[in-house]
């Protein structure tokens, strides 16, 4: 049995997370401006939750489950791509620090993400959909 993760792996998974979004605006070259756009959201919506944090309290405000598959949609990936990729992060910065357990994750199936991948996210699933053949 999995133990549930310390507060300072979470902590590090938190910020893992954010520079994952970070380095995939990079690649887009997408400010976070442009992506509050993208996400009708103000630039301090984003700023909020990826810069400096907000602006009364100095502290960054936690991404929400919905705040994910927003920015994972603009980005057009599944949203377990990116916590993939900041739990590698977090997994790797917590074996540099002091030899700590790696916390397992649920690991998403290949057919997830093909539905995904296969579904025109601006408009809603009224019924169940297949993905066109593609050579």
Known sequence: MTSAPSATYLATFSEALVSEIKAE???RDLSSRALGRLLG???QY???RLDGGNSKTGRR???TVKDLAAIAGVFELHPAELIR???EAADGREAAQD???VVELPRSTPSDTEEVAAHDSSTPITHEQEAPDTP
């Open 25 to 27: 605006m990079g690649r």
């Open 41 to 43: 959201r103000s630039s």
């Open 46 to 48: 984003m700023s909020d």
């Open 61 to 63: 405000v936690t991404l």
């Open 85 to 87: 990729r900041a739990k």
């Open 99 to 101: 030899g700590g357990r």
